[in-house]
């Protein structure tokens, strides 16, 4: 029995043992704890479009930095500080709403990175931008994820009041002080930072996953902003320790390994969450029919839960 114990631990353990495996786990860690926070917010704000647009156009400075010689995080963090400044030029100049800037924007860098793609020397290791190189990730690598990713959360966590008061309501926020310009450019400056970090983990393709979902899984739970900000993070945490595992195991893509398993982790709990799984919203809805005198229990169903 012992033996046995011992065995299924070592096989449980072993890939962590090697030096590019726990360097993986590192970017991940630190990579879904920041994403997890701010996929909080994101949601609340409605930004999950945004979320996947600067994951997008943040393709044309990886390139021109790969052009000129300087590291890829610098071209992206720059390409998506002009990239959300256009989408406000945008909107403050014109009548279109703001997921039109966004998708005109976003879609026009996004075709102008896979133009500078095409035409650069080969050889060059785009592929890893796009789909993530995490089992790749050399000691730099860790360096620039914790750097980004720090960064972003002190940021966050320093203004955490002022945008979850900006979430929740941005005219009840001007009107007791709160500087709303200022607070959006926070978080789409602690965006831009968390989309750099998360392109060694899982590629500009999938870094929206970690933007949306690991939030989108937390709301399901509960709407308290407080626990929000812990379940995110550790669902996007366990989601990626099990998805490296999986990936090591299977020999498959490891960005979209942990992107799948966080998938199936909202499926679950959109499933049989106790708040609006559901299974659960069924089965209390067979109940309050059964109470209601000369009631037919209606047939189960998989109906979405009322959002109010």
């Known amino acids: 029995m012992t033996d046995t114990?011992?065995?299924?631990?070592?096989?449980?353990?072993?890939?962590f043992t090697f030096g590019f495996m726990q360097r993986a786990l590192l970017v991940a860690s630190v990579t879904a704890v920041v994403a997890g926070v701010l996929s909080c917010w994101l949601i609340l704000?409605?930004?999950?479009?945004?979320?996947?647009?600067?994951?997008?156009?943040?393709?044309?400075?990886v390139v021109v930095a790969y052009i000129v010689g300087v590291p890829f995080a610098v071209g992206a963090l720059v390409a998506?500080?002009?990239?959300?400044?256009?989408?406000?030029?945008?909107?403050?100049?014109?009548?279109?709403?703001?997921?039109?800037?966004?998708?005109?924007?976003?879609?026009?860098?996004?075709?102008?990175?896979?133009?500078?793609?095409?035409?650069?020397?080969?050889?060059t290791n785009l592929?890893?931008?796009?789909?993530?190189?995490?089992?790749?990730?050399?000691?730099?690598?860790?360096?620039?994820?914790?750097?980004?990713?720090?960064?972003?959360?002190?940021v966050m966590l320093l203004r955490r009041r002022d945008i979850t008061l900006w979430a929740f309501?941005?005219?009840?926020?001007?009107?007791?002080?709160v500087r709303t310009g200022a607070v959006r450019w926070t978080v789409l400056l602690a965006l831009a930072l968390v989309v750099v970090a998360s392109m060694q983990a899982v590629g500009v393709i999938l870094v929206v996953a970690m933007?949306?979902?690991?939030?989108?899984?937390?709301?399901?739970?509960?709407?308290?902003?407080?626990?929000m900000l812990v379940i995110a993070p550790l669902v996007?945490?366990?989601?990626?320790?099990?998805?490296?595992?999986?990936?090591?195991?299977?020999?498959?893509?490891?960005?979209g390994t942990i992107v799948l398993v966080q998938a199936a982790v909202f499926?679950?709990?959109?499933?049989?969450?106790?708040?609006?799984?559901?299974?659960?919203?069924?089965?209390?809805?067979?109940?309050?029919?059964?109470?209601?005198?000369?009631?037919?229990?209606?047939?189960a169903s998989g109906g979405v839960p009322d959002p109010a």
């Open 127 to 154: 592929q890893e931008i796009l789909f993530g190189n995490l089992l790749g990730s050399s000691r730099a690598a860790v360096v620039q994820v914790a750097v980004f990713g720090g960064v972003a959360l002190v």
């Open 236 to 255: 996007a945490w366990v989601s990626s320790v099990a998805g490296i595992w999986l990936s090591f195991r299977l020999d498959v893509s490891t960005g």
């Open 45 to 61: 704000i409605g930004w999950a479009l945004l979320g996947d647009a600067v994951s997008h156009a943040v393709l044309p400075g």
């Open 5 to 15: 114990l011992t065995g299924a631990l070592t096989w449980l353990t072993e890939p």
């Open 80 to 123: 998506a500080v002009v990239a959300v400044g256009l989408v406000g030029t945008v909107r403050e100049r014109t009548t279109l709403r703001g997921d039109t800037s966004i998708g005109i924007v976003f879609t026009a860098l996004f075709a102008l990175g896979l133009v500078l793609v095409s035409v650069t020397p080969s050889g």
């Open 169 to 177: 309501d941005a005219a009840h926020a001007r009107s007791v002080g």
């Open 211 to 227: 933007l949306i979902t690991p939030g989108a899984t937390a709301y399901l739970l509960t709407q308290r902003i407080g626990r």
């Open 267 to 299: 499926t679950v709990v959109w499933t049989l969450g106790p708040r609006e799984g559901l299974v659960p919203t069924a089965v209390r809805r067979r109940r309050r029919a059964a109470r209601r005198p000369g009631a037919a229990v209606p047939a």
